[in-house]
């Protein structure tokens, strides 16, 4: 096959890149941000990489997936961190909605088989019932839980109105190697410096946490299932954020206790999947949280 991953540098992006050259795919990637992710692909020469493209730009994007011949769009790029969005929603407006809207478009004009989106479990915000399923109301009070709304929900109108073949993936709270924002990732870094990893909050708020190779597996089974709709990857495990900074610590056989502040406002307080219907697609976890950290700070020791 011939696929354009948008945001293909990026944590899961190129992990994604890493799997389908690996299998022989013709990959491009689509991403402006470091290609340190992806520079051991590039040379090799086996990934075409596009650094300077925007997907807010509808003129590029229609030339870009006009020109291409594309069997499938992986489409990640977003503007995902919080205080961003908090302090311009109108660039993550721009990115997350009318970027995605751009590439829909231009996948429908140019019959591009299949369209996998990466929603985000931050659409439903604070749950109403636990463990989530995919009927769930959306009802994220965050600036950016408002634009993946308005993505996912303009992903399933495409599939709705014309028939494409989309794929609208809603992990839940994914990390692993190659991540920098998440807060696995953050709490890893402070503990192998011997510092104490922060909690926003009382640590109570829970969420459901997903070993990055379960999801590249999540993607790779929608890919080949028509017509999947709305999936949610995770678990189905509940884990407050106090519980994982305290298996962190114990993993990294450190002496030292969490530091709680503030939280921000609108925290959402449980996010845990129901995985009934990944289930049902062929789709299960591999990694618990245990064995998924422990690769993690394994991943970690060696790149730092």
Not at 79 to 101: E, F
Not at 220 to 242: A, S
Not at 259 to 284: H, Q
Request: some cysteine; charged content about 20%; proline content about 4%.
């Amino acid at each position: 096959m011939k696929m354009l991953i948008t945001g293909g540098a990026g944590f899961v992006g190129s992990h994604l890149c890493d799997k389908y050259v690996r299998e022989g795919h013709e990959v491009v990637c689509l991403d402006t941000g470091n290609l340190e992710n992806i520079s051991h692909l590039r040379k090799t020469q086996r990934l075409i990489v596009y650094h300077a493209g925007d997907i807010t730009d509808d003129s590029y994007i229609d030339n870009l997936i006009g020109f291409g011949n594309y069997d499938v769009i992986i489409h990640l790029a977003a503007q995902i961190r919080i205080d961003k969005a908090i302090a311009n929603p109108l660039v993550t407006w721009n990115v997350n909605v009318n970027g995605t809207l751009n590439l829909l478009d231009a996948a429908r004009n140019n019959n591009v088989k299949k369209f996998l989106f990466a929603s985000s479990s931050e659409v439903y915000g604070s749950a109403q019932y636990v463990p989530i399923n995919e009927e769930h109301p959306l009802g994220s009070d965050s600036i950016y839980g408002a634009s993946k709304i308005a993505g996912d929900r303009l992903c399933n109108s495409y599939a709705k109105t014309y028939g494409m073949d989309i794929g609208i993936l809603r992990p839940f709270n994914i990390y692993g190697p190659r991540q920098t924002a998440g807060v696995a990732a953050i709490f890893i870094d402070k503990v192998l410096k011997g510092e104490p990893p922060v909690i926003q909050g009382d640590g109570s708020q829970s969420r459901d946490y997903i070993y990055i190779e379960d999801i590249v597996e999540a993607y790779d089974c929608m890919l080949k299932t028509n017509h999947p709709g709305v999936v949610n990857f995770g678990t189905g495990t509940d884990t407050t954020v106090k519980k994982l900074a305290e298996t962190i610590i114990n993993m990294c056989k450190k002496d030292i206790k969490p530091e709680y502040r503030n939280a921000p406002p609108n925290t959402t307080m449980s996010l845990v999947a129901d995985i009934t219907k990944a289930k049902k697609i062929g789709w299960e976890p591999k990694y618990n949280l245990e064995s998924g950290i422990a690769k993690f700070i394994s991943w970690y020791k060696e790149v730092k």
